[in-house]
Every structure is written in structure tokens, then in C-alpha cells.
């Protein structure tokens, strides 16, 4: 089974923390992505990357940057964590190929207070 | 910019009963995805759905698109609580860069 793993299922933070996701997948997938996902707005695309060392913006990229320094692993950083950053986190991977789909973790609860 | 639009925002309805979500998005597109959310967990891919006219079904779940009127449907039949859950479809531009774009979802809550 593919898995996709995120570090921490809940993080609580301060206004201006730096913060870690991690985010490792164990299907030698070339595609990974960090999703936001808030009550009303569905999911919202933060970054995705298709290579190591290569990362593209998303939709809503801005207060974020990313990492990968590895196939297997995508980090999201929050240099300034602020409270309107307060969110589910969703890690996710695929394949590049047409009939290949999204594999999510399981999501980070983070809380900026 | 892609739009991908759900409706219902939310659907409560009762065991044995038939209804169908939509999902309406904005630029022409070709592959459209539906993912399951149980409370409290991640997204669990239902149907991967590639070409116009596509229809697939699992269980009591059936999902088609057409992709002329831009428009995907996920039919339940004969709804069972196991049902309940947030649905979400998905929608890959035709630039072939696999970014997906999320509907708001669907939350379902089958009464008994």
C-alpha cells in the first residue's frame, strides 16, 4: 500500500514560530504537494514539487516555502506563523501518469495562537 | 483560473434513498478525480475519471462526466449510513501539470 505519512497529526504554535511540516512517501512517487484545507473553501493548493530540488507555486503559495532535499520527502515552512495560518495541513503524492491519482496523509491539525 | 464548483454544500438524507452531487468547473479539462473524507481523516480516492462519456461505479456509488457541458455527477443508490462522509471532486487543467483543483465538497449525512 502507498503510504504517505505526516510527522504530526496535531501542532499547536505562537504568532512568529517557525514551523516544520514534514511529509515522507514511501512509493518512490515524483510528485509531491501541500494542501490547505479550511470549512467552506475545499482544499487550496499551497506548493507542489516534481523533483527533487524543484518546487512550483500553488494557488495560495504566499507565507510559505518549501523543501526537497529528498524523492521521498517534502517539508512545509511557515517562516512567520501567523493565527490566519491556522489550518488542516495535507500532504499528498502521485506518479506522473494520466491514469494515476493523489495519495493524501493524514493531515496536520496546526493551531497558531 | 479553474473554478471548480460542488452542489449541495451539504445533503441529508435518508437510507434508501437516490441522489446525485454535481460538480462544475470552468476551462476545459479532461481528467476529473472524486475523493472520499470521513470525519477526521485524510482523502481516499473513489474514481478517476478520464475522458468524456467516463462512467465508473463502485457499490452504490457512480460517477460519469461530460466533459462538453463541463460537468461531473456521483450518483448514490439506495444510501446506507456507511455513505456518510464529505465528497470532493477534482479537477486537472489541460496542461498537463497534474495540479488539481478542489470543489468545496459535499458533506452527506445519510439519516437511518
Known amino acids: 500500500d502507498v503510504k504517505v505519512t505526516q510527522s504530526s497529526r496535531y501542532l499547536v504554535k505562537r504568532t512568529g514560530e517557525k514551523v516544520f511540516l514534514e511529509c515522507v512517501q514511501d512509493m518512490d512517487h515524483e510528485n509531491m504537494f501541500w494542501y490547505r484545507q479550511d470549512p467552506g473553501l475545499g482544499l487550496r493548493l499551497i506548493y507542489f514539487?516534481?523533483?527533487?530540488?524543484?518546487?512550483e507555486k500553488g494557488d495560495i503559495p504566499e507565507g510559505y516555502s518549501v523543501s526537497r532535499e529528498k524523492k521521498e520527502r517534502f517539508s512545509l515552512i511557515l517562516e512567520s506563523a501567523s493565527t490566519n495560518q491556522t489550518s488542516m495541513y495535507l500532504c499528498a503524492s502521485s506518479l506522473t501518469d494520466v491514469n494515476e491519482k493523489l495519495f493524501f496523509g493524514s493531515g496536520t491539525q496546526l493551531s497558531v495562537l | 483560473e479553474l473554478k471548480v464548483e460542488q452542489n449541495p454544500l451539504f445533503l441529508s438524507m435518508q437510507e434508501g434513498k437516490n441522489y446525485t452531487i454535481y460538480c462544475n468547473y470552468s476551462?476545459?479539462?479532461?481528467?476529473l478525480y472524486w475523493y472520499r473524507q470521513d470525519p477526521g481523516k485524510s482523502l481516499e480516492s473513489l474514481f478517476v475519471l478520464l475522458s468524456n462519456g467516463a462512467v465508473k461505479q463502485e457499490g452504490r456509488l457512480m460517477a460519469s462526466l461530460d466533459t462538453k457541458a463541463r460537468l461531473s455527477t456521483l450518483h448514490i443508490t439506495a444510501a446506507v449510513h456507511d455513505l456518510s462522509a464529505t465528497y470532493f471532486c477534482a479537477v486537472e487543467a489541460n496542461f498537463g501539470n497534474e495540479k488539481l483543483t478542489f470543489g468545496t465538497g459535499t458533506r452527506l449525512t445519510i439519516i437511518p
Open positions: 476551462t476545459t479539462s479532461d481528467r
Open positions: 514539487s516534481y523533483d527533487v530540488k524543484m518546487k
